[in-house]
Nanobody
């Protein structure tokens, strides 16, 4: 059974940084792409970033380009999301997810396993 556990969330001031981690167990981590999604209060869950199995390809939603960086360490079965220049509108619960075999990196339905989420709050 695949399990994904996020960590690294918290309260940060606008302009600050956080690094989220997602540790995977079960399955073969290095065979799959991984993604990060977020859900703000009262809003639907949305795509944030994704990375291919080997790290060579990355994908971002427009609102985080230039501020967030996704990376992975296959030796540690972990995917990361480095978040810089955080804004209040980045406040959300952040989820990591394992990418299935489909071709759409941005669609929630293409991801088959999900973590429980970690809260990120950006506020002064």
């Amino acid at each position: 059974q695949v399990q994904l556990v996020e960590s690294g969330g918290g309260l940060v001031q606008p302009g600050g940084s956080l690094r989220l981690s997602c540790a995977a167990s079960g399955g073969t981590f290095s065979h799959y792409g991984m993604g990060w999604f977020r859900q703000a209060p009262g809003k639907e869950r949305e795509f944030v970033a994704a990375i291919s199995w080997n790290g060579y390809s990355t994908f971002y939603t427009d609102s985080v380009k230039g501020r967030f960086t996704i990376s992975r360490d296959n030796a540690k079965n972990t995917v990361y999301l480095q978040m810089n220049a955080l804004k209040p509108e980045d406040t959300a619960v952040y989820y990591c997810a394992r990418k299935g075999r489909g071709s759409n990196w941005f669609a929630e339905v293409e991801y088959d396993y999900w973590g429980q989420g970690t809260q990120v709050t950006v506020s002064s």
